[in-house]
């Protein structure tokens, strides 16, 4: 069998062209069927705000065939050509599951949420009964890859966009976020960020405001927060632990002195972020005690420090991808061990099947059956380890595998025409054992 990625990036296209072939879930329900009935073996298609990639198991490359074919299912021809897609197959297919599960093929390197939306693909697909044995493996060995690339390495660690960065200091002065006060100034997309980040960490009240009411209210709908006027949110600001700024204006939003005036009557530190360009709060604050100040600067030094480790993780993400190749390449050919381990079972019972009745005569009638199982088990654990090496590879390369199955029907005289089944015929087997299971 073929395996074959085809997939839309922020390598190959722009948003305005990605967003044309973007699936949601229903529409990922509805083709997967569709994928199958073409006699397309097994599917699995996720989509994201960057990417779009179906994998699927063919007897035959086809490649133009399945590229049509997605951009049929979003009616997207006139938006998204043939060159907007990519392909990938076989082992180059597998490795770049592996780069994409490990955040290293994201826009943002290192992105923690690719893992999440990848596995909800998959599960899309096993609730639709597409995925089989070859892509359950090849997903859960990218789920493995994904896991020990954020859990070895620091790929993942750290604030790499400055909305992010500023809610992840807070946290850092804050312990318990779920009984602190977030006022975010500002309802643009800076600010948007800012407040889902703070809403991801648990931040107990979210205050929004900003010039324009409405908008500050659909921002409000779409966080989770509360809506206060622009014109006096000064009189709240004795009850914020946290203000972040964002917004376009020609003087400071807070001076040194209002500032002043707040902390008198505070005893906990103010956390005040500055993402405003020109800057909205006056910088003498960050002099005042028990003031913590950072402006778009302070953070976009942290956001490259983080990105700095996250490029040096590369290597060691990398050598695990390489690894985890490894170990579904000797499990691809397990496979092709299946027809031989099958055939010298065979051959070994036929054997023995035939010494018994022949000898049969030498014993007792109603010792058969202990006859029976006396050689059955000599004949099990005679096989046992060299089926074991066969099928596992004790840590073997593949073409070292091949060899080793290539000894074996050499040695123990297998007939290679009838006996060699193929992994194509094996798949098909073990499809059918899952299932029915």
């Given at each position: ?5 085809i997939g839309i990036s922020h390598h190959t296209a722009p948003i305005e062209v990605r967003e044309k072939l973007w699936f949601s879930d229903d ?55 043939m060159q907007h897609l990519f392909v990938h197959t076989d082992r180059s297919a597998v490795e770049h599951l592996f780069r994409v599960a490990a ?226 390449d000797r499990w691809q050919m397990s496979l092709a061990a299946n027809p031989t381990i099958s055939e010298l079972i065979e051959k070994a019972e ?88």
């Open positions: 069998m073929n395996l074959l990625c529409e990922i329900i509805a083709s997967l069927p569709h994928l199958t009935d073409a006699s397309y073996g097994e599917a699995v298609l996720f989509s994201t705000c960057n990417r779009t990639e179906l994998y699927v198991l063919t007897e035959t490359a086809r490649t133009e065939e399945l590229k049509q074919l997605l951009i049929g299912r979003k009616s997207a021809a006139a938006t998204v050509h955040g290293v093929d994201s826009m943002i390197l290192g992105d923690v949420q690719i893992l999440s939306q990848i596995k909800h693909g998959y599960k899309l697909a096993q609730r639709q009964g597409t995925v089989g044995p070859v892509l359950n493996k090849l997903f859960q060995s990218a789920f493995h890859a994904g896991k020990r690339a954020r859990t070895e390495t620091a790929i993942g660690e750290g604030a790499i966009s400055v909305s992010y960065a500023a809610v992840e200091l807070a946290g850092r002065i804050f312990d318990h976020m779920a009984k602190k006060t977030a006022l975010v100034v500002g309802a643009g997309e800076m600010a948007e960020l800012t407040a889902k980040h703070l809403r991801g960490k648990d931040i107990g009240r979210l205050w929004i405001t900003n010039r324009t009411k409405e908008r500050a209210e659909n921002l409000s709908m779409r966080v989770g927060g509360s809506v206060i006027p622009f014109d006096s949110f000064h009189q709240y600001l004795p009850e914020v632990d946290i203000l972040i700024s964002s917004i376009e204006a020609d003087r400071f939003v807070l001076t040194v002195d209002d500032v002043r005036r707040i902390v008198k009557h505070r005893e906990a530190p103010l956390f005040l972020i500055d993402i405003g360009v020109p800057r909205n709060l006056d910088p003498a604050a960050k002099n005042l005690e028990n003031v913590f100040l950072y402006d778009i600067d302070s953070l976009q030094h942290i956001v490259d420090e983080n990105l700095h480790k996250r490029s040096a993780a590369l290597p060691l993400v990398t050598t695990i991808i390489k690894e985890e190749l490894a170990e579904f036929h054997i023995r099947q035939e010494e018994v009745e022949n000898n049969l005569n030498r014993f007792e009638r109603r010792d058969k059956e202990l006859i029976d199982l006396v050689t059955k088990r000599i004949v099990n654990k005679i096989l046992h380890t060299p089926i074991v090496n066969l099928k596992n590879g004790q840590g073997s390369a593949p073409q070292s595998i091949i060899q080793k199955i290539a000894l074996v029907r050499s040695l123990f005289g297998l007939d290679s025409t009838n006996g060699s089944r193929g992994m194509n015929e094996e798949h098909s087997r073990e499809k059918d054992r899952t299932n029915d299971g």
